[in-house]
């Protein structure tokens, strides 16, 4: 069975990044990649393991929606910026039901702004409910 790979162009559409990006991260050694005469080849096996979510196969494959987003939160401080980290990658580390995929998370405080950005990738529905779930924790922040 020969192995997926895929090319720059590819890849830059499955994660929606701009070709360019996908490039540097092969160039700077975050993404494995072959050169093969001009151009880059990026495995399956590769791009699974630079995302951490699998990679659908390509024939046949059914069609997905994934979410990516950002939240910013203001008037956060040091302290309750770690707090509401902590909180929510444990709700996402924590057990799951059967058939649902994970999300990827992480978070950013910017002391200077008093500001915490969460960035959130995977399901939909998952990813839905995290939302939520800090929406509700923001609306009692302030």
């Known amino acids: 069975m020969a192995q997926d790979v895929f090319s720059v162009e590819q890849v830059a559409a499955k994660l929606g990044l701009h070709v360019r990006t996908v490039r540097n991260y092969v160039r700077d ?21 630079f995302t951490g979510l699998p990679v659908a ?19 956060i401080d040091r302290a309750g910026a770690d707090r509401l980290s902590t ?7 924590g057990p799951r039901d059967g058939g649902e995929r994970p999300l990827r998370v992480e978070t950013i405080h910017d002391e200077g702004r008093a500001t915490m ?12 409910d995290l939302l939520r779930w800090v929406a509700s924790i923001a609306e009692n922040l302030a």
């Open 117 to 128: 950005k969460i960035i959130v990738l995977g399901d939909l529905a998952a990813g839905a």
């Open 57 to 75: 196969e390509r024939a046949g494959a059914a069609r997905t929606a994934e979410l990516s987003g950002v939240v910013e939160l203001g008037g």
């Open 87 to 93: 909180m929510v990658v444990a709700s996402v580390n």
């Open 29 to 49: 050694g975050r993404l494995k990649a072959v050169r093969i005469g001009k151009q880059y080849r990026i495995a399956a096996d590769d791009l699974e393991a």
